[in-house]
């Protein structure tokens, strides 16, 4: 991973630019030659055309011998600054002589004297080398008489020594620049690949100790101030909501295991007691099958609890809709409990208009589950002479259910908290800490809200709303 980073920059960013800055100095390059060139084309074309015309203009030729003559003339003549050679051609395209008295007779093969000739205008410029053979830059001019007769010619040569020099040291000087911008981007690219790679490592091995089951694993976030340090917060996150998660799974263990060991243990204890009675006493018996009901009713609600859970998880979890008097079901957990309150010195109290309808759409299996759950921990979590009070009243086009008791409370850190699975505020109290989030789920099936408030050694308040039905439906 660390590598193939590095190799994918290399091969498709930095190789990829190299070569487009390569292409590009290299067509610099030729457009510098091109240009250099075209100027000293321009130039030796200028001078043969300024010099030819003014001389020969004034001169008539007639035979070979004049023109020999007219010749050295014009050489002493028609030497330009610019021009470092001037030859002058016969009709037969032979040197017959050269400014710089250099002895150019020995040369009969002239190609661009027979292009000048085929030439529209009679000259040509072409690229070529001195017999020793330094660069140079020819032009060809065809010299005609008045009657269009061709007579000689004259080539005019300019070096190409120093351009070539000058087009060298550019050269250099352009590929050296080139070479100078892939080191520039080699090491600020190669640093800049590395700012990404070395927090990447870091998270892939922060992750794999989480992976591993070092929930206790942090990235050290202070490093980065980007993109990156905003995924490592997030990751951080994830690896404490992990462990939290993997704390209250843990604690859901031990309570579930606790909570169906205890009714076990006591119907296991009072079938033996049951089986080992030698005579028949009925108050035992009665005693240990109720016994016996009741923690297995208890046994099937967890049950249930936690099947629930599953369906609510696996997207399973479904509500058959129906006409629902919430009055009614807020009396059937009422009728469930009372008798339990009144045994454990609690009492429930429940108050609504019973002139009022509060007809809502829903389940009414799960809307009394709802009530049944809220109740069930409002009993547990009160004392002795507590007392919970139930009260149900219209609120606009709403039907509000509140549940108040003057129990133990639960703590301001723990209450943002009581709706999440598996978490319980209380682990000296019986229960999964699943129920909550059964309600809550079941609560907002039916379009409603659940709100819970809550000071601790004074009470906790449950507000239930649902959609009222419409009259005119």
């Known amino acids: 991973m660390k590598s193939g980073i590095r190799v994918r920059w290399r091969k498709n960013i930095l190789l990829l630019t190299a070569i487009v800055i390569f292409a590009a100095c290299t067509m610099i390059i030729y457009l510098l030659v091109n240009k250099y060139y075209n100027i000293v084309e321009s ?5 043969n055309h300024m010099i030819i015309d003014t001389y020969f203009k004034n ?7 004049e ?3 007219a010749a050295y003339n014009f050489l002493d003549y028609g ?4 021009t470092k050679d001037i030859w002058v051609i016969d009709k037969n395209g032979v040197p017959i002589a050269s400014s710089s008295g250099y002895d150019v007779s020995q040369y009969t093969e002239m190609p661009d004297y027979k292009e000048a000739l085929n030439s ?3 000259s040509y410029t072409m690229k070529t080398s001195m017999p020793w053979g330094e660069p140079v830059m020819a032009s060809t001019y065809i010299l005609c008489d008045s009657n269009g007769i061709v007579f000689g010619a004259v080539r005019s040569i300019i070096s190409l020594q120093d351009v070539n020099h000058q087009l060298i040291f550019l050269s250099f000087f352009v590929y050296g620049v080139f070479l100078l911008l892939v080191m520039i981007m080699s090491n600020s690219g190669s640093y800049f690949v590395s700012t990404i790679v070395e927090p990447v490592n870091q998270i892939s091995e922060t992750a794999k100790k989480i992976a591993e089951g070092d929930l206790s694993a942090r990235i050290d976030v202070q490093k980065f101030n980007d993109e ?3 995924l490592c917060s997030n990751i951080n996150e994830m690896a404490e909501k992990l462990g939290e998660t993997d704390r209250i799974k843990n604690e859901f263990i031990s309570t579930v295991s606790h909570e169906i060991r205890t009714p076990l243990t006591a119907i296991k204890g009072w079938g033996e007691t049951l089986i080992s009675l030698d005579t028949c006493n009925d108050e035992i018996i009665t005693k240990g099958l109720n016994v016996i009901l009741s923690e297995t009713t208890r046994l099937s609600s967890m049950v249930e609890e936690l099947l629930d859970f599953s369906r609510i998880q696996n997207g399973k979890f479904h509500i058959k809709e129906g006409v629902v008097d919430i009055i009614a079901e807020v009396n059937q957990a009422f009728l ?3 008798s339990k309150a009144q045994n454990e010195n609690k009492e429930i109290i429940l108050e609504y208009d019973e002139k009022e309808s509060f007809i809502v759409d829903g389940d009414s299996d799960r809307i009394c589950q709802v009530f049944v759950n809220i109740l069930d921990n409002a009993v547990k979590y009160s004392s002795a002479g507590g007392k919970i009070k139930v009260s149900v009243a ?5 039907v509000k259910i509140t549940f108040q008791d003057n129990g133990v409370g639960i703590k301001s850190n723990d209450l943002v908290h009581i709706k999440e699975k598996f978490f319980k505020a209380n682990n000296e109290v019986r229960g999964t800490g699943i129920g909550l989030a059964v309600v809550d789920e079941i609560v907002k099936a039916h379009g409603g809200t659940l709100n819970i408030e809550s000071v601790v050694n004074e009470g906790t308040k449950v507000e239930v709303c649902f959609v009222l039905k419409s009259e005119e439906e």
């Open 79 to 82: 030497k330009a600054e610019e």
């Open 120 to 122: 529209e205008d009679g």
């Open 43 to 47: 130039t030796v074309e200028f001078n």
């Open 336 to 338: 469930i409990y009372a």
């Open 228 to 230: 990156i340090s905003s």
């Open 67 to 69: 023109f020999k003559k």
């Open 59 to 65: 001169i008539n030729i007639h035979d070979n011998n």
């Open 394 to 398: 219209k609120n606009k086009k709403y």
